[in-house]
């Protein structure tokens, strides 16, 4: 029996940054030293009052440690921590944390989803062969989200070596996307939740015989009544967003812009299934509706399951929840109250790969798990691991010049960058890994039960997971695959626009 193969070699971006620092704190520190120098040349020469040199001198100290000290439940610096702080207040007085929706509300009606969704509608379109499929439209961006509705394989039964083919045809699709431009990232979405007891009958007696014996029939009805909540609901999808304006020629309309998306798709779509799963097929605008109601109402899980057997469409605006809260640790939406965390690190050691089993195996409550990936152009993936390497040894001059002793980690970590740039001259794609993890429950007194099991699932699966504090709303819509990307929307502001 061969040896199990083990996977590893994660590293976050650092760039030029000294010891802990990124390059954005190294440059902050940098100024926060320089200003004050640069003030008392100034002082000395001109003869300014000293209390300048002292009021430059606090403020640049009060900077520093802003930068420097780091806020251990938000996984940022304290400085980082009061802008989260501040724009959460700011958005609770404006009233952009609150939601009410559907047939009673206090305001005109203009939009159809909360928070960070609300720009999202969806488009009706065709594939080359006919066959119907949706896409998510964020009209603020223009970007356009397809999802690939698929079904792994598994590697419960499978060898080593067909496992080893699938990984490695995964990896090369994930290099493919470099060459793609119009991809922006991938989300990988993997959605759980425990059956209820009225679904599962009504599933069985929907398709038991009338004609079939009383006994046969009576026994099914009795196995459906034993194997109440012992069933569990999975879906897995794969959602690739693009920005139809990088293609060229840059299209002129709409019409343009979504066959360019098909395109790149049918192509994207053609080479996944060699990474070990099934396409079951591109979703469509209704499926888009049914995840996003069965996300903000968990309690019409078994009435929309039944509608959706029925074929029963529900219109764009029933996808929304008709009143959502957002708090510090939790968001309140419909029928359900949800936790989501964000991934904070990736594992330093080797493992297998199997290591996510924990996180997306089904339990007693509703988890949502994805996964997201956003490739780095081909051309400039290997100026980037290049930088990384070099930046790596600039940090170890540094320490040599000063005499600080190199740590196990220091060592660790410029052995990754130099691995990263040695497998990206050999073909490797390179991009940023990330990962949102999403809980709820239809009673908020479970919920302290639910986030426990998450995390503990999260420390079986070797994974360091961060609450999402203060931004609840939009771990929660990241986590459900549709286009939203928590690392674009903090690059969006009014000096962006």
Same mark, same amino acid.
């Given at each position: 029996?061969?040896?199990?193969?083990?996977?590893?070699?994660?590293?976050?971006?650092?760039?030029?940054?000294?010891?802990?620092?990124?390059?954005?704190?190294?440059?902050?520190?940098?100024?926060?030293?320089?200003?004050?120098? #640069?003030?008392?040349?100034?002082?000395?020469?001109?003869?300014l009052?000293?209390?300048v040199?002292?009021?430059?001198?606090?403020?640049?100290?009060?900077?520093?440690?802003?930068?420097?000290?780091?806020?251990?439940?938000?996984?940022?610096?304290? #400085?980082?921590a009061?802008?989260?702080?501040?724009r959460?207040?700011?958005?609770?007085?404006?009233?952009?944390?609150?939601?009410?929706?559907?047939?009673?509300?206090?305001?005109?009606?203009?939009?159809?989803?909360?928070?960070?969704?609300?720009?999202?509608?969806? &488009?009706?379109?065709?594939?080359?062969?006919?066959?119907?499929?949706? &896409?998510?439209? $964020?009209?603020?961006?223009?970007?356009?989200?397809?999802? &690939?509705?698929?079904?792994?394989?598994?590697?419960?039964?499978? $060898?080593?070596?067909?496992?080893?083919?699938?990984?490695?045809?995964?990896?090369?699709?994930?290099?493919?996307?470099?060459?793609?431009?119009?991809?922006?990232?991938v989300s990988?979405?993997?959605?759980?939740?425990?059956?209820?007891?009225a679904?599962?009958?009504?599933?069985?007696?929907?398709?038991?015989?009338?004609?079939?014996?009383?006994?046969?029939?009576?026994?099914?009805?009795?196995?459906?009544?034993?194997?109440?909540?012992?069933?569990?609901?999975?879906?897995?999808?794969v959602?690739?967003?693009?920005?139809?304006?990088?293609?060229?020629?840059?299209?002129?309309?709409?019409a343009?812009?979504?066959?360019?998306?098909?395109?790149?798709?049918?192509?994207?779509?053609?080479?996944?299934?060699?990474?070990?799963?099934?396409?079951?097929g591109?979703?469509?605008?209704?499926?888009?509706?049914?995840?996003?109601?069965?996300a903000?109402?968990?309690?019409?899980?078994?009435?929309l399951?039944?509608?959706?057997?029925?074929?029963?469409?529900?219109?764009?605006?029933?996808?929304?929840?008709?009143?959502?809260?957002?708090?510090?640790?939790? &968001?309140?939406?419909?029928?359900?109250?949800?936790?989501?965390?964000?991934?904070?690190?990736?594992?330093?050691?080797?493992?297998?790969?199997?290591?996510?089993?924990?996180?997306?195996?089904?339990?007693?409550?509703?988890?949502?798990?994805?996964?997201?990936?956003?490739?780095?152009?081909?051309?400039?993936?290997?100026?980037?691991?290049?930088?990384?390497?070099?930046?790596?040894?600039?940090?170890?001059?540094?320490?040599?010049?000063?005499?600080?002793?190199?740590?196990?980690?220091?060592?660790?970590?410029?052995?990754?960058?130099?691995?990263?740039?040695?497998?990206?001259?050999? #073909?490797?794609?390179?991009?940023?890994?990330?990962?949102?993890?999403?809980t709820?429950?239809?009673?908020?007194?479970?919920?302290?039960?639910?986030?426990?099991d998450?995390?503990?699932?999260?420390?079986?699966?070797?994974?360091?997971?961060?609450?999402?504090? #203060?931004?609840?709303?939009?771990?929660?819509?990241?986590?459900?695959?549709?286009?939203?990307?928590?690392?674009?929307?903090?690059?969006?502001?009014?000096?962006?626009?």
């Amino acid at each position: 029996m061969g040896e199990s193969r083990l996977y590893g070699g994660w590293r976050p971006r650092r760039g030029f940054g000294l010891g802990r620092l990124s390059e954005a704190q190294t440059a902050v520190v940098a100024g926060c030293v320089l200003v004050p120098l #640069g003030t008392w040349i100034v002082v000395a020469t001109v003869g300014l009052s000293a209390l300048v040199m002292v009021v430059v001198t606090t403020a640049a100290a009060g900077v520093t440690v802003l930068t420097m000290v780091p806020h251990r439940s938000h996984g940022t610096s304290l #400085g980082g921590a009061l802008v989260i702080w501040a724009r959460t207040s700011a958005a609770r007085r404006k009233g952009w944390t609150e939601w009410e929706g559907a047939v009673f509300t206090r305001h005109a009606r203009a939009l159809e989803l909360p928070g960070v969704l609300a720009p999202f509608m969806p &488009l009706s379109t065709q594939d080359g062969l006919g066959n119907p499929y949706g &896409l998510l439209w $964020d009209r603020r961006t223009g970007r356009l989200t397809a999802s &690939l509705r698929v079904a792994p394989v598994g590697t419960v039964l499978a $060898d080593q070596e067909r496992t080893d083919l699938w990984i490695g045809s995964y990896a090369a699709w994930m290099a493919a996307l470099g060459y793609e431009p119009t991809i922006e990232w991938v989300s990988i979405t993997i959605e759980s939740a425990p059956s209820s007891g009225a679904e599962l009958a009504h599933y069985v007696a929907q398709r038991v015989d009338p004609a079939a014996p009383v006994l046969a029939r009576d026994t099914m009805a009795e196995i459906a009544a034993a194997h109440q909540g012992a069933t569990a609901d999975i879906s897995v999808r794969v959602s690739l967003t693009f920005q139809p304006h990088r293609a060229r020629p840059t299209p002129r309309d709409d019409a343009e812009r979504v066959a360019e998306v098909s395109r790149a798709l049918t192509g994207l779509e053609g080479d996944l299934p060699l990474s070990g799963v099934a396409i079951l097929g591109r979703a469509t605008a209704a499926d888009w509706t049914h995840w996003l109601r069965l996300a903000y109402d968990p309690h019409a899980r078994a009435e929309l399951a039944q509608l959706s057997e029925e074929q029963y469409l529900l219109p764009w605006p029933d996808a929304g929840p008709v009143t959502a809260q957002a708090h510090n640790d939790h &968001l309140w939406h419909g029928s359900g109250w949800s936790a989501s965390f964000a991934m904070a690190a990736l594992p330093n050691q080797q493992v297998t790969s199997t290591v996510l089993a924990p996180l997306v195996t089904p339990g007693r409550y509703h988890r949502r798990v994805t996964i997201t990936y956003q490739p780095h152009p081909a051309d400039q993936a290997g100026e980037m691991v290049t930088r990384e390497a070099t930046g790596s040894s600039f940090r170890r001059e540094v320490r040599r010049r000063r005499g600080v002793d190199e740590t196990a980690r220091d060592r660790a970590d410029e052995a990754r960058a130099r691995q990263a740039a040695e497998e990206e001259a050999h #073909g490797a794609g390179v991009g940023l890994w990330g990962m949102y993890v999403t809980t709820t429950v239809e009673d908020e007194r479970l919920l302290p039960d639910a986030v426990a099991d998450l995390e503990s699932r999260a420390r079986n699966a070797k994974l360091r997971l961060r609450a999402c504090h #203060g931004w609840q709303h939009v771990g929660f819509a990241a986590s459900l695959g549709a286009g939203i990307y928590p690392p674009e929307l903090a690059k969006r502001g009014r000096w962006a626009r």
